[in-house]
């Protein structure tokens, strides 16, 4: 029996999720002492990784300040997409909560990017002989984990792929973002925001149905309709994302200045982050 033997290894379609903590290295800064700042960090870490377990998520690891963790491995959970969703916004509004005690006590806030993908992953027992984790490996765990590098230069809270919307049954609020081919990665990506679950309403149905119309004059090569409606998005007061109109209003005018030949839509991120 060689330790070989001992590592079941197998393929298993998963939603990966990666969360962190925004500018974590200033929060740092401002706490006097490491005890306290473990003690803070665990407040936060606490509540979200009791949001993952009660939806039956695996938690991989901690790395600082980050999160990794996957449904639908090692036990099966059906509708792994939508569930993984579920967890991720419950976090969101758990954050929010836990902010205002933050604030009530005198503490930094905290603002978090989550990033899911679903995709086919090895699992299983890794590692030597002398230590072995159960873990996942492969490209899909590495696109989310870019994914939610993302959200920092995106303005969004939770980015998914894709492969994971598509498996989606239930009914969310989203945000396309963009068509993105990210380092290491051949075929374009799709990026969505989830903003919520259920439908757009109002102002927010608006803004979004006028935002996806241009989109769609952008993916046209129709820079000059994009960005007029870009520019009006990006002066409504109460936007809900503060980053992605002045993105789109730097392409447009670019490319109004000089037309890109063939265009796609597909943008290229050259950095890891």
Same mark, same amino acid.
Request: proline fraction near 2%; charged fraction near 30%.
């Given at each position: 029996?060689?330790?070989?033997?001992?590592?079941?290894?197998?393929?298993?379609?998963?939603?990966?999720?990666?969360?962190?903590?925004?500018?974590?290295?200033? +929060?740092?800064?401002?706490?006097?002492?490491?005890?306290?700042?473990?003690?803070?960090?665990?407040?936060?870490?606490?509540?979200? $990784? @009791?949001?993952?377990?009660?939806?039956?998520? +695996?938690?991989?690891?901690?790395?600082?300040?980050?999160?990794?963790?996957?449904? @639908?491995?090692?036990? &099966?959970?059906?509708?792994?997409?939508? %569930?993984?969703?579920?967890?991720?916004?419950?976090?969101?509004?758990?954050?929010? =909560?836990?902010?205002?005690?933050?604030?009530?006590?005198?503490?930094?806030?905290?603002?978090?990017?989550?990033?899911?993908?679903?995709?086919?992953?090895?699992?299983?027992?890794?590692?030597?002989?002398?230590?072995?984790?159960?873990?996942? %490996?492969?490209?899909?765990?590495?696109?989310? $984990?870019?994914?939610? $590098?993302?959200?920092?230069?995106?303005?969004?809270?939770?980015?998914?792929?894709?492969? +994971?919307? &598509?498996?989606?049954?239930?009914?969310?609020?989203?945000?396309?973002?963009?068509?993105?081919?990210?380092?290491?990665? +051949?075929?374009?990506?799709?990026?969505?925001?989830?903003?919520?679950?259920?439908?757009?309403?109002?102002?927010?149905?608006?803004?979004?149905?006028?935002?996806?119309?241009?989109?769609?004059?952008?993916?046209?090569?129709?820079?000059?309709?994009?960005?007029?409606?870009?520019?009006?998005?990006?002066?409504?007061?109460?936007?809900?994302?503060?980053?992605?109109?002045?993105?789109?209003?730097?392409?447009? =005018?670019?490319?109004?200045?000089?037309?890109?030949?063939?265009?796609?839509?597909?943008?290229?991120?050259?950095?890891?982050?």
């Amino acid at each position: 029996n060689t330790n070989s033997d001992k590592f079941q290894v197998n393929e298993k379609e998963v939603t990966i999720f990666f969360s962190d903590i925004r500018g974590f290295t200033n +929060t740092s800064e401002k706490m006097n002492n490491a005890k306290n700042l473990i003690e803070y960090l665990n407040t936060y870490m606490e509540p979200m $990784s @009791n949001i993952i377990i009660k939806y039956n998520g +695996t938690i991989d690891k901690y790395i600082g300040d980050a999160i990794m963790a996957y449904w @639908n491995a090692p036990l &099966d959970v059906e509708n792994h997409a939508d %569930i993984a969703v579920k967890a991720s916004l419950e976090q969101l509004e758990a954050l929010n =909560e836990l902010n205002r005690k933050f604030e009530k006590d005198k503490l930094p806030t905290i603002d978090i990017g989550i990033g899911l993908n679903s995709g086919e992953v090895i699992v299983g027992e890794m590692g030597s002989s002398l230590r072995s984790d159960y873990t996942v %490996i492969g490209d899909a765990i590495n696109l989310g $984990s870019r994914v939610e $590098s993302l959200c920092k230069y995106y303005g969004s809270k939770l980015n998914i792929t894709n492969f +994971t919307k &598509d498996k989606l049954k239930e009914k969310y609020i989203f945000r396309f973002l963009d068509l993105v081919k990210v380092k290491g990665k +051949t075929q374009p990506v799709e990026i969505w925001q989830v903003i919520g679950s259920g439908e757009a309403k109002d102002d927010l149905k608006n803004e979004l149905e006028n935002y996806h119309k241009a989109i769609e004059f952008y993916k046209e090569s129709n820079f000059s309709d994009a960005l007029e409606l870009f520019r009006k998005l990006d002066n409504l007061e109460n936007k809900t994302n503060k980053n992605i109109y002045k993105i789109y209003i730097k392409r447009c =005018e670019e490319f109004i200045q000089t037309p890109p030949k063939d265009f796609d839509g597909v943008y290229e991120h050259t950095t890891k982050a």
